[in-house]
Structures are given as C-alpha cells and as structure tokens.
C-alpha cells in the first residue's frame, strides 16, 4: 500500500508543480487558484524557494528550486522496469548517477 502511494506521489508531485507554474504564468494577473496556491505552499514546506536558486519561466518562479526540480523531475524515471539486460543496466546506472 505504501509502495502504491509512493509511486503515485513520484508521477503526481512533478505534474501538479509544472500545472502550478503554468497557471500562474499564464493568468499573470490574477488570484493563483486554489490547486497552485495548495503546490506553492507545500513547495516551501520542503524547500527553501530561494529566487537566485530557482528556476523561472515566464517571470514566475517554480515552486522548489532548481536542485529540488532535479530531484522531483527525475523520480518519475526511477520506476522504469530495467531488467537484467546490460543495457538496461547502464541506462539505470546512468539515471541514478544523474540524479
């Protein structure tokens, strides 16, 4: 059950960050919705949200910072099946090492 919960936060938290950021970006000027304002504040709940440390797109910063986004974009890519081949073996190697 955890395992099943874990995964699902590893695909759900980088899709819910990237739609936080597009919102804002795109309704500049009004009120962050209720989704994105929910993301932003659980992002400074884990991260230090530091504007020289994060990214920007549009003028409006991520939710996590750069090395945040590195950790969260790439969990999804841990879940791959790589199975015993050697080339799997050195795509999962190389996954791990850049994350």
């Given at each position: 059950?955890?395992?099943?919960?874990?995964?699902?936060?590893?695909?759900?938290?980088?899709?819910?960050?990237?739609?936080?950021?597009?919102?804002?970006?795109?309704?500049?000027?009004?009120?962050?919705?209720?989704?994105?304002?929910?993301?932003?504040?659980?992002g400074g709940r884990i991260c230090?949200?530091?504007?020289?440390?994060?990214?920007?797109?549009?003028?409006?910063?991520?939710?996590?910072?750069?090395?945040?986004?590195?950790?969260?974009?790439?969990?999804?890519?841990?879940?791959?099946?790589?199975?015993?081949s050697t080339k799997n073996q050195l795509i999962r190697y190389l996954?791990?090492?850049?994350?």
């Amino acid at each position: 059950m955890l395992t099943k919960a874990l995964v699902a936060a590893a695909i759900v938290w980088p899709l819910a960050a990237g739609g936080a950021v597009w919102h804002r970006a795109s309704h500049p000027d009004d009120r962050p919705a209720l989704g994105a304002a929910v993301v932003y504040l659980a992002g400074g709940r884990i991260c230090h949200q530091r504007p020289e440390r994060s990214f920007a797109t549009r003028d409006v910063q991520w939710p996590v910072c750069a090395r945040c986004s590195g950790l969260y974009l790439a969990a999804p890519f841990q879940l791959f099946p790589c199975g015993d081949s050697t080339k799997n073996q050195l795509i999962r190697y190389l996954i791990i090492r850049a994350t």
